[in-house]
Structures are given as C-alpha cells and as structure tokens.
DNA sequence: CGGCGGCTTGATCGGTCTCAAGTACGGTGG
DNA sequence: CCACCGTACTTGAGACCGATCAAGCCGCCG
C-alpha cells in the first residue's frame, strides 16, 4: 500500500487499492450501516481533488483531512474529519478536495451510487443526505466568519472548537500537526506556534508536549473566540 | 417552471446571455409552484438571522445579500444572490444568515413547509433541494479559498464572478456598493477601492462612475483570480 | 446652489508573513 | 542505554500588506 512519509506531492496517488464494499443496500438505515473497513498510514492520499467520487467515507480512528490546493502550492484545509464524521459525498461525480490520512487512519467505505440510489426510493435516506451536507455548508459558513478574525481569535476558536469534538474533560489531544492548523485557519504555522506559546503564557491553556493541550480558562477562550 | 438555482463558479471564456442554469429542468412539475411576488427595497430586510425559517425566496429582479456579524460589528457577507438565485433554504428551523436587498428587490416567496412535504413524496424535488444546498456548499468553499488570497486576488476573482453570473459582453454592473465588495472579500472599503484604480492605471478594467465595470484584459483577471 | 452619502486618496500604524536560527522530540541503530 | 538523525516545533528580527485615521472629491437630488 502506498506510502508518503513525506509532504504529499500535489500529482494524485493512482496506485492504491480501492476493494468495493460488499453489500450494503438492504437496509432502510443506509447511512448508518457500514461499508468495509480500509486502513490508510500517516499522510496516505484517500482521493484526490477531481478525482472519480465513487465511494464516501466514515471515519473510525484517527483523523482525516480535506483541502484544496492553489497554483502557487498555499493550501486551503477545508475540513478535518475526526471519529464518526462522514466525508466525501459530492453532488457532482467527482471530488472536490483531497483527502489524506492524518495520522493512521481506518474508515468504513460506502459505494456512492448505491446510496443514492437508495436516497432516490428511501425519502429518509434522502433527507440523511441532505442533512449531512447542509452540515457540511454550516461549517463552511462558520469557517468564513472564522477567516476574517485576527489570530488570536482563530486559535481560540480552533481550540474550543476540537475540544467540543474530542472532549476529555479540560484537555484536547490534537490529532494533526501545527502545519494543518495553520493551513486550517489561513495563517502559518509560525503565526500559530506564536498564538499557542502566548495562550500558555497567560495561562490560558497548558501545553505537554506540542499535541496535548489543556483548557485551563475556557471563558477566555470563549470569550476570544466569539 | 421553478428551477432551483444557486450562483455556479465562474466559468472564464464564453460570454453567456443570462443565464438559465442547465441541467435541472428535468424537475417534477409539483416544484414548479410559483410563489407570492413581493417586493423590499433598499436596504430593508428580508429576515433576520435567527428568525423562524418558514419561507424561502427567489429573486425576480434587484439583488439581495446574505451577511452575518460578529459582536464588535465586523460583517461578513456570506453571498450575493442575483436573478434566478434562490436563498433561505435551511435544513433547521432558524435562518443562519440575515438577508437585505441591496437595491429594489423583487422575489417570489415559498412556503418552506410546503417545500419539505413535496420533497418528502417526491424524489426528484428532493433531489433539487440537495443540489441547491449542495452549490451553496461549494460556493462557500470556494469562498474560503478565496480569503487566503491577496487583495489583488480576491477583487479579481470578484470581477470575473459577477462578470460570468451578469456577463453582458465585457462589461459588468455591479448591482452592490464597495462597503458590500469589501464584506464580502474581508477587505476594508478603502482596500477595495485602491484595489479598483490600480486595476484601471493598468488598464485591466475602466470604470465609468463606481459601479460599471468595463473588463479591459479578462485574461489578466483571470490569472491573477488562479 | 448646498448638502449628504458614496467613493477615492494620502499618511501612518500594526499584525502577520518571511527569512533564519535554534530547540525538543520520537525513532533507529549501535 | 546512548548517539544520532530527521521532523516538528519554537523563537527572533525585519519587511510588507492591508488596516486605520483623516481629508478631500464626486455625483446626485433637494
């Protein structure tokens, strides 16, 4: 199986093995049931931006990112996909973004053309659907207001944010490096290594070791992140 | 007939008649129900973020902005919505955005309730409500892409934009004022307007008063939109 | 003709980027 | 266990782009 131990080239993986599911339009749950489990290492491409959207995904460990790319190579991370989110559902019939492996990664692949043709006879599979992807717009709405803020409120929002989705108590475990951060918020990774040094200077978070990070004031950050 | 549709990506080239959107024509005739005409005009607004969402609209003739603000006052424009275009679509109850007219508007309102129940028993106008969420999705996406970019960027690919949604040959009129350009770009308005006369020093555009735009050299738009 | 709102222009400030070292960490082999 | 390496991260100094503050100008409508 292929794998990059370094930053990805932007030229789009053809060699990975893609196993169809196996059979999984007979349930009335389509979105809920499960395709088979596929495992990808450290930064391993899952698909490529323009590339043939046939399968969606769902995470089961570890985290997934979606970005996209300019010319100049500055890169755009639109989502990261932690334990049970979905990605990979287009409307049109290729993909819109990359997705790579964070870390290591296991997922549970669906085939694309047999839910939505189950969406076409089953009005709740159909309304699944749309409601994932009107999740989706929500985030990418709230990710905008987040690109017009200063640094310091886009971290505090990336951290309250993670810490809603990852939630042990006061801490956040990090799954991606500060690199995505920084391409996640639209600053750079220097930008974002200064705001989180600053945060734990004022105590507004404790940092044990780069990834793992404490809440010590949430209102603070809450209160920046607004 | 009602079709749904939603702004697409600027296609550069071709100089399009205004357009009526391909591909979704094929809809079931129930979503072809025509809604009350009604009319706002400048400045007024259409409803408010938060409020119930119990209708949705269509707009006739004018254009209308969809805009959230942050609690120091920053507003962010989430998207113009120009004839032809629907808008206040939501998969909850509560509008997520505030919506003005930004001139005399005119739009053609729906009953939200009535949209969901036809799309309940039929698929293809469940189809369609997918896909419109589904281009306002990627119409955010790339909206994102775009606040990573430079000023000079980001008005370019403004320009080219309104140039493929209003295109009259090579000219465009923009139907909203800077202080909504620059909203909508992250930008301030004073930003925005030495981005519009360092365009036409370098005889990229001409400007006859502010907001007719006359598009000298697209293909300089075009590679500096990339 | 006068006033007002929208737009442009200028001067300066400041936040973030850029460029450049330097440091901590995790893995690997001796 | 340690020495070493590479990668990730931090830190510093300086430049630059866009924001801010402050006038001035234009066009429109009374």
Chains 1, 2 share one sequence.
């Not at 790319?69 to 990979?88: E, S």
């Not at 985030?139 to 809603?164: C, N, P, V």
Request: net charge neutral; glycine share 6%.
């Amino acid at each position: 199986m292929l794998t990059l131990t370094q930053a990805k080239p932007f030229t789009s993986g053809s060699d990975r093995a893609v196993p169809p599911p196996a059979g999984l339009e007979n349930s009335s749950d389509a979105l809920s049931l499960m395709g088979a489990p596929m495992t990808f290492s450290r930064n391993e491409e899952i698909y490529g931006e323009s590339e043939p959207a046939d399968y969606l995904y769902k995470v089961v460990s570890g985290a997934v990112r979606t970005y996209r790319v300019l010319d100049d190579g500055r890169r755009q991370i639109i989502a990261f996909h932690l334990p049970g989110d979905m990605f990979g559902m287009e409307f049109g019939d290729a993909h819109r973004c990359s997705a790579e492996a964070i870390g290591s990664v296991t997922v549970r692949v669906l085939k694309r053309s047999a839910v939505l043709a189950l969406a076409d006879r089953d009005s709740d599979a159909s309304r699944q659907i749309w409601e994932m992807t009107a999740r989706e717009l929500q985030r990418a709405q709230d990710h905008t207001l987040l690109l017009i803020k200063t640094a310091e409120e886009r971290l505090a929002y990336f951290l309250m944010e993670m810490h809603s989705r990852l939630s042990a108590r006061n801490e956040v475990n990090l799954p991606m490096p500060r690199q995505d951060i920084a391409d996640y918020l639209g600053l750079t990774i220097e930008t974002v290594s200064r705001m989180f040094t600053q945060f734990e200077h004022a105590s507004t978070i404790g940092l044990s070791g780069s990834r793992r990070i404490v809440l010590r004031d949430r209102a603070a950050l809450n209160r920046l992140s607004a």
